[in-house]
């Protein structure tokens, strides 16, 4: 497997961690208790500085080679880049509502709710597409000269939240992830255990 692609997949299962912070925040809020609005903050912050800024252009540039190398093989993968730009889109609506709600601007539960769904809703869907799609496309069509221009043209910047040393303004969401982890690692133990006996 290509370097990039395992790359790419590394980024996949940590954006995924961020999206059940998501979800799990939003089933607080949908309690009627009050969510961490800090979370929620610091994980759209996160999303601006690298998935959006390193993790989508990554994938446009093996799109942009796929589409150079096969054409139709890209067409039957769908348009990423235009895909890339409307999570930009609902990423900035679930900004706005989480900056609405602590700026104390009234705002129906709904719409609150209806933002942070469709975020997470379209980022599972989008990241499905690409391992299902785009992932195994490039990996069957692109040669060891696409794969060097593919690097080539990727900048190559660390992950300020998963990339060994997490930067400081996310501590404490890397904070809550780990504890999440291992919270859900000790009730998969006690099942376990319950089981066998």
């Known amino acids: 497997m290509s370097r990039m692609i395992e790359l790419l997949y590394e980024e996949h299962r940590n954006i995924a961690k961020l999206l059940s912070v998501i979800e799990h925040e939003l089933s607080v809020f949908d309690r ?3 969510p961490d609005y800090e979370i929620f903050q ?5 999303f601006k500085e690298y998935p959006e800024a390193c993790h989508h252009p990554k ?3 093996v799109y942009q080679i796929l589409k150079q190398r096969n054409p139709a093989v890209a067409g039957a993968v769908g348009d990423i880049e235009a895909e ?10 679930f900004a706005k509502v989480v900056e609405d709600v602590l700026a104390d601007q009234e705002l129906p539960r709904e719409t609150f709710h209806t933002a942070a769904q469709d975020f997470l809703e379209h980022q599972r869907r989008h990241m499905a597409k690409e391992e299902q799609l785009l992932f195994p496309a490039a990996l069957e069509t692109l040669t060891a000269e696409d794969w060097a221009q593919i690097d080539a043209r990727i900048e190559e910047r660390k992950d300020p939240m998963f990339d060994g040393e997490t930067a400081s303004k996310f501590q404490n969401l890397y904070a809550t992830i780990l504890r999440w982890e291992q919270e859900t690692q000790e009730d998969r133990s006690r099942a376990a255990a319950a089981a066998v006996r």
């Open 32 to 34: 009627r208790e009050r």
């Open 42 to 46: 610091a994980i759209i912050q996160y």
């Open 59 to 61: 994938e446009d540039v």
């Open 84 to 93: 890339h730009e409307l999570e930009g889109e609902r990423l900035a609506r």
